[in-house]
């Protein structure tokens, strides 16, 4: 099964753009990559996710590296609100269902 | 709306306690999900329903008993629980599960206390 590797804390200056990076060197040719992040105990908030290619949406930019091992998650202008933890998921669909969390990336945007 | 509900908020309960989790979400997603998060660590899963029938049960103990009585509700049934369950339950859905490019949506959770 695949994991997933992202340091544990990141901090960052606000209007700044924040780059997270996760590992995730086993992953299988059927597996997407997600992100999620979680702000003080509430609920998870999808981000973003991609199977191949680098993707772009309102909140963030997913880079993922030719080989697929690994993945940036880029907040361009990171603000005090986006202090969260940035989860990694490695997700598998089909009959083999798996999904597995990364430990979790606090990035504090600091003043 | 991508909003999925969760109640209640917080509960305590007793060892011998029977309650309930209930999720809910009206998004017309077919796919639904029960996660356990202990503190500082990443939610783990627990069951997913898909079209109302359950497809995944991470092997979790016989005291929490998963129900989805339809579409849009999914419930969770705990009795005999020990203190270790203690911990914030999470709750999801999705349009459709299994081929992996499904964007989960998660409730805000209920955070539970086991005395």
């Known amino acids: 099964d695949a994991k997933t590797t992202q340091p544990p804390s990141m901090d960052c200056a606000e209007g700044r753009a924040a780059n997270l990076p996760c590992n995730h060197s086993?992953?299988?040719?059927?597996?997407?990559v997600y992100w999620y992040r979680q702000i003080h105990s509430q609920g998870p908030q999808y981000i973003i996710h991609?199977?191949?290619n680098n993707e772009t949406n309102e909140m963030a930019s997913l880079i993922i590296t030719e080989d697929r091992k690994s993945s940036t998650l880029i907040l361009p202008h990171a603000t005090l609100r986006d202090t969260a933890v940035y989860y990694c998921?490695?997700?598998?669909?089909?009959?083999?269902?798996?999904?597995?969390f990364g430990k979790g990336t606090l990035l504090t945007v600091n003043p | 709306d991508t909003e999925v509900t969760q109640t209640p908020k917080h509960l305590v309960m007793g060892m011998t306690n029977k309650k309930s989790l209930k999720c809910e979400q009206h998004?017309?997603?077919?796919?639904m999900y029960w996660y356990k998060q202990k503190a500082k660590k990443p939610p783990e899963l627990m069951f997913v329903?898909?079209?109302?029938?359950l497809s995944i049960n991470e092997s979790v103990p016989s005291r929490f008993s998963p129900e989805c009585p339809n579409s849009s509700l999914l419930n969770l049934h705990l009795h005999a629980l020990q203190p270790e369950d203690s911990a914030l339950y999470l709750c999801?859905?999705?349009?459709?599960w299994g081929a992996g490019g499904e964007t989960q949506y998660f409730g805000p959770g209920t955070r539970l206390l086991v005395l």
């Open positions: 999801a859905s999705s349009q459709g």
């Open positions: 086993t992953i299988s040719g059927n597996e997407y």
């Open positions: 991609g199977l191949k």
């Open positions: 998921i490695v997700l598998r669909g089909g009959s083999n269902y798996k999904l597995t």
């Open positions: 998004m017309g997603h077919r796919a």
């Open positions: 329903y898909s079209y109302e029938k």
